[in-house]
Protein backbone atom coordinates (compact mmCIF):
# COMPACT_ATOMS: atom_id res chain seq x y z
CA UNK A 1 0.00 0.00 0.00
CA UNK A 2 1.20 3.23 -1.05
CA UNK A 3 0.84 6.18 1.29
CA UNK A 4 1.41 9.56 0.18
CA UNK A 5 4.54 12.02 0.57
CA UNK A 6 4.47 14.82 2.95
CA UNK A 7 4.13 17.64 0.98
CA UNK A 8 7.06 20.07 1.40
CA UNK A 9 5.66 22.81 0.14
CA UNK A 10 5.08 26.05 2.46
CA UNK A 11 3.58 29.38 2.15
CA UNK A 12 5.76 31.70 1.12
CA UNK A 13 6.57 34.51 3.75
CA UNK A 14 5.40 38.15 2.29
CA UNK A 15 7.92 40.69 4.39
CA UNK A 16 6.42 43.87 5.62
CA UNK A 17 8.49 46.91 3.90
CA UNK A 18 9.21 49.79 5.19
CA UNK A 19 6.70 52.21 4.01
CA UNK A 20 3.70 50.05 4.96
CA UNK A 21 5.93 49.65 8.79
CA UNK A 22 6.43 53.56 8.70
CA UNK A 23 2.64 53.68 8.45
CA UNK A 24 2.24 51.25 11.12
CA UNK A 25 4.46 53.02 13.14
CA UNK A 26 2.95 56.22 12.70
CA UNK A 27 -0.76 54.97 13.69
CA UNK A 28 0.58 53.98 16.74
CA UNK A 29 2.23 57.15 17.74
CA UNK A 30 -1.24 58.92 17.00
CA UNK A 31 -2.95 56.11 19.65
CA UNK A 32 -0.33 56.80 22.10
CA UNK A 33 0.16 60.54 21.39
CA UNK A 34 -3.27 60.64 22.65
CA UNK A 35 -3.01 58.66 25.75
CA UNK A 36 0.41 60.84 26.52
CA UNK A 37 -1.89 64.09 26.09
CA UNK A 38 -4.38 62.84 29.12
CA UNK A 39 -1.68 61.88 31.37
CA UNK A 40 0.32 65.01 30.31
CA UNK A 41 -3.27 67.11 31.45
CA UNK A 42 -2.23 65.79 34.89
CA UNK A 43 1.78 66.39 35.10
CA UNK A 44 0.37 69.86 33.64
CA UNK A 45 -1.06 71.01 36.81
CA UNK A 46 2.54 70.18 38.58
CA UNK A 47 4.15 71.92 36.01
CA UNK A 48 2.19 75.13 36.35
CA UNK A 49 2.21 75.15 39.91
CA UNK A 50 6.38 74.88 39.70
CA UNK A 51 6.54 78.09 37.64
CA UNK A 52 6.40 81.45 39.14
CA UNK A 53 3.24 83.39 39.34
CA UNK A 54 5.09 86.68 39.34
CA UNK A 55 7.13 86.03 36.70
CA UNK A 56 10.49 86.73 37.97
CA UNK A 57 12.99 83.35 37.08
CA UNK A 58 14.09 83.46 40.21
CA UNK A 59 11.26 82.29 42.32
CA UNK A 60 10.96 79.07 39.49
CA UNK A 61 11.16 76.37 41.96
CA UNK A 62 13.71 73.87 40.02
CA UNK A 63 13.33 70.66 42.40
CA UNK A 64 9.14 70.66 41.32
CA UNK A 65 9.58 71.52 37.66
CA UNK A 66 12.27 68.84 37.31
CA UNK A 67 10.54 66.59 39.64
CA UNK A 68 6.99 66.85 37.35
CA UNK A 69 8.95 67.01 34.21
CA UNK A 70 11.20 64.12 34.92
CA UNK A 71 7.84 61.87 36.19
CA UNK A 72 5.80 62.35 32.87
CA UNK A 73 9.22 61.63 30.61
CA UNK A 74 9.14 58.15 32.87
CA UNK A 75 5.50 57.45 32.73
CA UNK A 76 5.73 58.11 29.15
CA UNK A 77 8.98 55.89 28.24
CA UNK A 78 7.44 53.17 30.06
CA UNK A 79 3.72 53.29 28.66
CA UNK A 80 6.05 53.09 24.65
CA UNK A 81 7.55 49.89 26.20
CA UNK A 82 4.54 47.99 28.09
CA UNK A 83 2.55 48.57 24.68
CA UNK A 84 5.06 47.80 22.11
CA UNK A 85 6.71 44.79 24.13
CA UNK A 86 2.75 43.65 25.34
CA UNK A 87 1.25 43.42 22.13
CA UNK A 88 4.41 42.14 20.12
CA UNK A 89 4.39 39.80 22.27
CA UNK A 90 0.94 38.54 22.87
CA UNK A 91 -1.13 36.36 20.57
CA UNK A 92 -1.98 38.57 18.08
CA UNK A 93 2.11 39.30 17.50
CA UNK A 94 1.20 43.34 16.35
CA UNK A 95 0.85 46.46 17.94
CA UNK A 96 -2.43 48.33 17.18
CA UNK A 97 -0.95 49.96 14.14
CA UNK A 98 0.18 46.66 13.00
CA UNK A 99 -2.93 44.70 13.56
CA UNK A 100 -4.86 47.72 11.76
CA UNK A 101 -2.70 46.85 8.69
CA UNK A 102 -2.35 43.46 8.48
CA UNK A 103 0.96 43.00 9.99
CA UNK A 104 2.55 40.79 12.70
CA UNK A 105 5.91 40.24 14.37
CA UNK A 106 7.49 36.73 14.10
CA UNK A 107 11.20 35.21 15.09
CA UNK A 108 13.30 34.01 12.48
CA UNK A 109 11.45 30.95 12.13
CA UNK A 110 7.99 32.45 12.08
CA UNK A 111 6.95 31.72 15.35
CA UNK A 112 5.75 34.24 18.69
CA UNK A 113 8.13 36.05 19.79
CA UNK A 114 8.52 36.51 23.70
CA UNK A 115 8.14 38.96 26.22
CA UNK A 116 12.13 39.38 26.91
CA UNK A 117 12.61 39.20 22.49
CA UNK A 118 10.01 41.75 22.31
CA UNK A 119 11.76 44.02 24.99
CA UNK A 120 14.81 43.76 23.21
CA UNK A 121 13.64 44.73 19.52
CA UNK A 122 12.07 47.87 21.71
CA UNK A 123 15.43 48.99 23.02
CA UNK A 124 17.29 48.03 20.24
CA UNK A 125 15.13 50.74 17.96
CA UNK A 126 16.98 53.69 20.42
CA UNK A 127 19.85 51.94 18.31
CA UNK A 128 18.23 52.34 15.12
CA UNK A 129 17.12 56.12 15.88
CA UNK A 130 20.68 56.86 17.14
CA UNK A 131 22.24 56.34 13.85
CA UNK A 132 20.05 59.30 12.09
CA UNK A 133 17.38 56.53 12.02
CA UNK A 134 19.22 54.47 9.32
CA UNK A 135 18.57 51.79 10.81
CA UNK A 136 14.75 51.82 10.17
CA UNK A 137 15.06 52.42 6.94
CA UNK A 138 17.16 49.07 6.55
CA UNK A 139 14.33 47.83 5.99
CA UNK A 140 13.61 49.05 2.72
CA UNK A 141 16.73 47.31 1.35
CA UNK A 142 17.36 43.90 2.89
CA UNK A 143 16.63 41.08 1.78
CA UNK A 144 14.10 39.98 4.92
CA UNK A 145 12.92 43.43 5.10
CA UNK A 146 14.68 43.46 8.38
CA UNK A 147 15.45 46.78 10.24
CA UNK A 148 18.14 47.28 12.65
CA UNK A 149 16.35 46.19 15.35
CA UNK A 150 15.16 43.81 13.74
CA UNK A 151 18.61 41.91 13.10
CA UNK A 152 19.57 42.52 16.57
CA UNK A 153 16.24 40.89 17.52
CA UNK A 154 16.48 38.59 15.59
CA UNK A 155 12.69 39.36 14.29
CA UNK A 156 10.67 39.55 11.11
CA UNK A 157 7.57 41.75 10.39
CA UNK A 158 5.08 39.95 7.93
CA UNK A 159 2.06 40.02 6.83
CA UNK A 160 -0.18 38.06 9.10
CA UNK A 161 -3.09 35.24 8.01
Not at 10 to 34: E, K, N
Not at 88 to 106: D, P, R
Not at 128 to 146: L, P, R, V
Request: net charge positive; charged share 10%; aromatic share 12%.
Amino acid sequence: MATAAPSTMQTPIHYAGFWIRFVAAFLDSVILGIVGSVIGVFFGGGITAALSKSGNPADVNIPALIGALGTYLLITFAMHFVYHAYFESSEKQATIGKMILGLKVTDVNGQRISFGRATGRFFSKIISAMICYIGFIMAGFTEKKQALHDMLAGTLVVYGK
